[in-house]
């Protein structure tokens, strides 16, 4: 089997067998609801999660495609051609290469941000100054510094931004929160978070290029550093270097420790050390870590996160999860569901729990998107941009562990690093190209 035969088998996988797109009905594209109760969408990004993301948003009654924005034309012509097959009208959708020509549309009620991470934080807040409400991927932002601004933006603006960590919306993570809130797995003293992910794996080394035609690499690369075009450091592979993004630690790290942290209210690490590395790939193209284990300080408890690429065997054999560790039991979460392994000393023979995942979590969190748009209800979301800027710096946090080679502590009354040196380097990435951050 061919890399590209294993990267779209689990890429499927990843959207169709985690309950993303699996059995999804032609959308209706704002039928069904009254003309004034339409809520007109614009995508940016649509060559990924981008596209899923618009794809479940049209399942939601009153939404309404209307525009699609990217860099890549390609993308552009293919989603359109999907967009036909599913019974719409794609002479309808305005298209356009900058996202900029959408923020002045008076046609557009909501923006959905699907691009790399180091666009996330400039998109969001100039949709939100334009007055858009906003669907952005997660993480939130690509640094600490970046995360602030989009809260200070959102709270400025007043408009409702949900951040596409779309587990909050399943139910079953839901109930499996409650539990561990209930005190019937005793003290948590240890949580363990964790991502395998036996498919992912970099691309080969490859020389520089020409961009593809149809591509505008410049504008690709925004506030990012100049670099020429590389095959290996684009679309999905952008993951793998810093200047775009933080690896798994913020690919899968966001979902997966927003759960450690919301079962153990927890806000910042007292201190982070990390310790990893490209123990798997050495020879492939990347610069964020392939294997990375990161300790987090917390009053009371421990969290450890664990990942590696190349492994599908993680602890408790799932490839992903968060582990709660009591004096009384276990809870063991993921996407396909929750158990209880109970303490072997444990006298409580009622902690035994299990229960399986159910719905569609990116379907549900566009539902509650869109609910809270139409009561003008910040506190609905699942996922604020302040709960999401939270779990962001955490991640970052274990990134800039990793990166210094440094015990880090945490002042929480500063908000910075105690090490002054490596605050100043990491918490704010400097933008080039003459892009500024608002």
């Known amino acids: ?8 088998n689990r890429s499927a996988w990843l959207l169709a067998g985690s309950g993303l797109l699996a059995g999804l009905p032609a959308f209706a594209n704002g039928k069904s609801v009254a003309a004034s109760d339409r809520i007109r969408l614009a995508s940016i990004g649509v060559k990924g999660m981008g596209w899923s993301n618009t794809m479940a948003a049209l399942q939601v009654p009153g939404v309404e495609l209307v525009a699609i924005c990217d860099i890549d034309q390609s993308a552009i012509a293919e989603r359109l051609a999907e967009f036909t097959k599913n019974g719409g009208n794609a002479s309808a959708i305005k298209t356009t290469g900058d996202y900029r020509t959408l923020l002045d549309d008076k046609d557009i009620d909501i923006i959905m941000v699907g691009t790399p991470d180091h666009w996330h934080a400039l998109q969001m807040i100039h949709s939100v100054q334009a007055g858009k409400h906003v669907y952005v991927e997660k993480p939130a932002g690509n640094s600490m510094g970046e995360c602030k601004a989009m809260v200070a933006a959102q709270q400025k603006t007043g408009k409702l931004v949900q951040v596409g960590q779309w587990q909050r919306s399943q139910q079953h993570f839901r109930d499996a929160i409650e539990y561990v809130h209930s005190g019937q797995l005793g003290m948590i003293r240890t949580v363990k978070v964790w991502c395998y992910q ?15 035609a149809g591509v505008d690499f410049k504008t690709w690369l925004g506030p990012a550093p100049t670099r020429p075009f ?16 933080g690896g798994l630690m913020t690919d899968w790290g966001v979902h997966l420790l927003d759960y450690g942290l ?21 020879t492939l193209s990347q610069e964020t870590p392939d294997t990375l284990t ?12 664990d990942s590696a690429m190349g492994i599908d ?4 054999n799932r490839d992903h999860g968060i582990a709660f560790i009591g004096n009384n039991g276990t809870l063991i979460l993921n ?31 566009w539902t509650n998107f869109v609910d809270a748009i139409r009561k003008n209800d910040v506190s609905l979301l699942h996922c604020p941009i302040q709960d999401a800027a ?24 500063a908000g910075a690093f105690t090490n002054k040196k490596i605050h100043n380097e990491y918490f704010m990435k400097k933008y080039h190209n003459g892009y500024k951050l608002p």
Do not use: C
């Open 335 to 365: 996407r396909g569901g929750w158990e209880v392994i109970q303490e072997n000393q444990s006298k409580d023979k009622a902690i035994k729990q299990f229960q399986k995942a159910s719905g569609n979590g990116l379907v549900q969190h």
């Open 294 to 305: 990161t300790l987090y300080e917390f009053d009371g408890f421990n969290l450890v996160w």
């Open 262 to 282: 919301l079962g153990m209210k927890a806000t910042e690490p007292k201190s982070i050390a990390a310790l990893g590395g490209p123990f798997a790939y050495p």
């Open 198 to 212: 036996g498919w992912m794996r970099p691309a080969p080394v490859v020389p520089d290029s020409a961009p593809p």
């Open 1 to 8: 089997m061919t890399n590209r035969r294993i990267f779209l």
């Open 313 to 316: 065997n993680g602890s408790y």
């Open 230 to 245: 590389n095959a290996s450091r684009f679309h999905f592979n952008f993951r793998w270097f810093w200047d775009y993004a």
């Open 390 to 413: 939270h779990v962001a710096n955490v991640a970052q946090m274990g990134n800039i562990a990793y990166r210094s080679g440094e015990k880090l502590i945490w002042d929480k009354k």
